[in-house]
């Protein structure tokens, strides 16, 4: 599971996807645009400043921005960002390995077999699924959802 951390920044980030016709967003203006605590906001868009998603610009016109296009921003690379390596169990975690004490023999350990199939499986998709691809989507819903007449007798 991601962390509500990720699910804010996605969220975040886009606003400011969605809004291209402005330079940038005051972390407030993120913040009520989206429901999220002001202050969790602050220390999630400096967490992406620093890896290089966000840009910041001080100033009466300064604010954040996207440093790369929507279309460029994969899911993957957001979510890395604020988790590190989503690996669904500790052994496959290539940062922090240090083996796994319950297997006599992780090269065959089922667990680690299906769980790296799982981590592969989630990793092509969140590694090719854009920011503006998650946006076309909600919005195409969206506009499905309006043509849907509801009514009752």
Not at 33 to 58: D, H, Q, T, Y
């Amino acid at each position: 599971m991601i962390s509500m951390r990720s699910i804010y920044a996605l969220k975040a980030l886009g606003v400011l996807a969605r809004e291209r016709h402005k330079d940038s967003f005051l972390i407030a203006e993120i913040a009520q645009a989206e429901n999220i605590p002001k202050k969790f906001l602050e220390a999630i868009l400096l967490s992406l400043k620093v890896k290089g998603i966000l840009a910041s610009k001080k100033g009466p016109k300064g604010g954040y921005s996207l440093a790369k296009p929507a279309e460029s921003l994969t899911i993957g690379d957001i979510i890395e960002a604020l988790e590190g390596d989503l690996s669904p169990i500790q052994c496959l975690n290539g940062a922090a390995h240090a083996g796994c004490p319950e297997c006599n023999d992780e090269s065959s350990c089922g667990v680690k077999l299906i769980m790296a199939d799982v981590k592969l499986a989630v990793g092509s998709i969140l590694d090719t699924v854009t920011l503006a691809d998650m946006l076309t989507r909600s919005e195409s819903v969206r506009s499905e959802q309006k043509t849907i007449v509801d009514y009752a007798i």
